[in-house]
């Protein structure tokens, strides 16, 4: 991307030597065009927003979450505060907007619920609360604290102050050091607040993004597992603290509704998988899953879409919208991410190899998740050897559904039952010695 | 175990030193006295009950294993075997053990996800035990045995653990206690008994998925390396024949000829023989793991192995980047 006075020229999958060229170019002529961009687009001086070009993934959707992303100056605030940022709201105000907000990711601790009872209950309980915000894994959570960092830092910095807390505690993976530089920079700039912000790290795990055991993590415990749950974290969290568990999407939600003075009512979403490259879009919240995995370019004809993060539903239907409530009516996932897969993937090979991950990756503490995901497992793997029993496999996953202690168990098993019910000629196919993708079942005979 | 304490005024108490690789669980129990109805009885409980403390109060409809709960000592609820999942009308299926019970609620023991979810994972918790009850000490005597018995469980869905080469070696190392994770449930018993009791520091819950046990916070690896005290708290609390004191490993067996518990498994660690000084809490050796013998444990050498799996790296490879699942088939 080149810029001035107004003009920006964009620049699609860059080489370095590309980007030197380009550099050149314009260093010569002062032209933002001297380098045959991909798109320009021409702007008033001083845009404040993102100055969308029509090209393939920026296209899609709106932006009004992601708006300071490629923009802004990820951290310096004078460019937040240009588009309104750093709002000094009053604390009633903050609660009501909760009340229109809901909370992104299940990484969240109010996942698809309403925020302003949960803040409500903090702000009112004995015991200084603290604001967590849950960056650990999840793509666009990791774009925002690289691009727009101020955006979940400003969200976060008003909950604190609405709920009276002293400090606010970014956490993430010790694997995304850009994002944590990058928010570390943002939070040493961050103007003058009596909250303190610091960021932390932990292991980068997937199960370290649950909220308890995130808490377990900055609580400094060398082995993370699930807490049991009531009461829950906002009423015993860090240190026993009340803690609200929030991911940047959620408080980059809030701190956009507190500048325009409603929530945007968008979802943020990735695609990834079987694309060129993955995308990180935002789309209005009446858009189906089409509109966004249009967004990514695929790198095969369509098969099916694995929708909700690592433990989504997988589904051949794109025709369902991203709302929460309709993505859970189609036993699909809200984390928002989708992941797509091409004609020559095996749904049995992806569902188990998902199962594996859960029996891999697990906290070890509760039965139905330790036992249930290795039994899970090895029933998909009798498969192949022609015992596929559905029934056997769909009550197990219905009691690691209802008696899992965290998230993590009560979701592995959701990959395998939405399969089950899509793509059960696949199953059923392997159960006769033949794999329909013609991608699994050679290997294991050779 | 005060002498260091002493030397630094400032030194944190004891208790911040131990850790045992849990969780720290929010308290649990209810705000207030309650009566619930459970199963159609009203039962009235204390403030801090759970709904487990009601369900024992009364013959419930349904066998209620509750394996993992212990209800003394300030022991638990660790609410991690979910055999005690039971039907409340306000909250759906929740685990009795760990569950605060509400003035009002309406519990019920034989609803079917509830009696389900209870069947399946007490067959979960077979399909990681050694069963050769006729070899262990404590047959006759095991609340696991008990609560198979109880929900009249013949054959478990999962099997059990009888792959010989999947066992882990006996620890017959400690003259005292004898540790056969084979049978261990990983109820978490042991290790609140050893730290929140005793104020040992001895045991710890370590690894995770499959590879979760009971291990040592020295890193020792063996009973007789670690700091034991032998106070023996541990083997009390134990619900299966995981953890039993010495002499009476084989009190219960039944005498099979040439059939014992040790050959039955076929890897034990010995006592090394080595005289050690007095135990200190929390004494760490840099060579803890030097001096661990290893024998075959009788005829049926076969079933010996070295043990390699010290080390319970929590799988690094699988960060989220990469969005791989696990290997496959």
């Not at chain 1, 939600?253 to 995308?279: F, I, K, N, Y």
Request: hydrophobic share 35%; glycine share 10%; with cysteine.
């Amino acid at each position: 991307m080149v810029t001035l006075d107004g003009q920006t020229g964009f620049h699609t999958g860059c080489s370095l030597e590309r980007i030197e060229a380009i550099v050149r170019a314009f260093e010569e002529t002062g032209d933002v065009t001297a380098a045959d961009p991909d798109a320009v687009v021409d702007h008033g001086p001083g845009q404040t927003t993102f100055p969308t070009p029509e090209l393939s993934g920026l296209r899609t959707g709106v932006r009004e979450i992601l708006d300071g992303c490629g923009w802004r100056r990820p951290t310096d605030p004078a460019d937040h505060e240009a588009v309104g940022g750093f709002v000094d709201p009053d604390p009633d105000a903050v609660i009501d907007l909760g009340g229109t907000l809901d909370g992104r990711g299940w990484r969240d601790l109010c996942h698809d619920a309403p925020l302003a009872d949960t803040w409500e209950s903090v702000r009112s309980a004995a015991g200084d609360p603290v604001v967590v915000v849950n960056a650990h894994g999840n793509a666009a959570d990791t774009l925002l604290l690289e691009s727009a960092p101020f955006e979940a830092l400003d969200g976060a910095v008003a909950l604190a102050d609405a709920v009276g807390a002293e400090r606010v505690i970014v956490y993430a993976s010790a694997d995304d050091e850009r994002a944590v530089q990058t928010v570390r920079d943002a939070a040493a700039n961050y103007p003058d607040s009596p909250i303190t912000v610091d960021v932390e790290t932990g292991p980068a795990e997937y199960r370290a993004a649950e909220p308890s055991m995130a808490i377990e993590s900055l609580e400094g415990n060398h082995r993370l597992e699930a807490r049991i749950r009531p009461p829950d974290l906002d009423a015993v969290g860090l240190h026993g603290r009340p803690t609200l568990v929030h991911t940047p999407r959620t408080l980059a939600h809030l701190s956009v509704a507190l500048r325009e003075g409603e929530p945007a009512g968008t979802r943020v979403m990735t695609v990834t998988g079987d694309v060129a490259d993955p995308v990180t879009v935002e789309v209005p919240a009446s858009e189906t899953l089409e509109t966004v995995v249009d967004a990514a370019e695929m790198t095969g004809a369509f098969k099916a879409a694995s929708v909700g993060g690592r433990f989504g539903g997988v589904t051949d239907d794109l025709t369902v919208g991203v709302k929460p409530d309709a993505l859970a009516a189609n036993d699909l996932g809200s984390e928002g991410v989708v992941r797509v897969l091409a004609d020559d993937r095996c749904l049995v090979e992806f569902v188990g190899q998902r199962a594996q991950f859960a029996a891999d990756e697990n906290c070890g503490r509760c039965v139905p998740c330790r036992e249930g995901t290795t039994q899970l497992a090895g029933l998909l793997r009798d498969v192949y050897d022609g015992g596929y029993d559905p029934e056997a496999i769909e009550e197990l996953i219905d009691v690691m559904t209802t008696s899992s202690i965290c998230a993590f168990g009560v979701q592995a098993g959701r990959p395998t039952r939405t399969a089950l019910s899509a793509f059960e000629s696949e199953f059923e196919a392997h159960a006769d010695g033949r794999c329909p993708a013609g991608s699994c079942l050679e290997p294991l005979e050779a | 175990m005060s002498s260091e304490q002493q030397q630094a005024v400032d030194a944190p108490p004891l208790t911040e030193e131990i850790a045992p690789g849990t969780a720290s669980d929010p308290p649990v129990g209810g705000d207030a006295p309650a009566t619930v109805t459970v199963d159609g009885i009203e039962v009235s409980v204390e403030a801090g009950a759970t709904l487990i403390d009601a369900v024992e109060a009364i013959e419930p409809a349904e066998s209620v294993p509750a394996l993992c709960h212990y209800g003394r000592e300030e022991i638990g609820p660790r609410s991690e075997c979910r055999t005690c999942m039971v039907e409340t009308d306000e909250h759906g299926v929740v685990p009795a053990c760990s569950f605060p019970a509400e003035d009002g609620m309406t519990v019920r023991t034989d609803a079917t996800d509830a009696a389900q979810a209870r069947d399946v994972n007490l067959d979960l918790v077979l399909s990681d035990h050694n069963l050769r009850c006729t070899t262990c000490g404590k047959n006759g005597r095991c609340e696991l045995q008990d609560a198979a018995i109880d929900a009249e469980v013949e054959e478990p869905r999962y099997g059990v653990l009888d792959d010989r080469d999947e066992y882990e070696p006996i620890d017959d190392s400690s003259s005292f206690i004898q540790i056969d994770r084979n049978k261990c449930i990983l109820c978490n018993r042991c290790v609140e008994a050893c730290n929140d009791v005793q104020v040992e520091g001895v045991l710890r819950m370590e690894g995770s998925g499959q590879d979760t046990r009971i291990g040592f916070q020295s890193d020792a690896e063996t009973m007789e390396d670690s700091t034991c005290v032998s106070c023996g708290h541990c083997a009390t609390v134990c619900p299966t024949g995981s953890l039993v004191e010495k002499g009476i490993e084989d009190a219960t067996t039944i005498p099979l000829p040439g059939f014992t518990q040790t050959n039955s498994v076929g890897k034990t660690h010995e006592n090394t023989g080595k005289t050690k000084g007095p135990m200190t809490p929390k004494k760490r050796t840099e060579d803890s793991s030097d001096e661990r013998s290893l024998t075959d444990g009788g005829d049926r050498s076969a079933g010996t192995k070295t043990e390699t799996e010290t080390s319970h790296a929590d799988g690094d490879d699988w960060g989220d980047a990469s969005e791989r699942g696990g290997e496959w088939p």
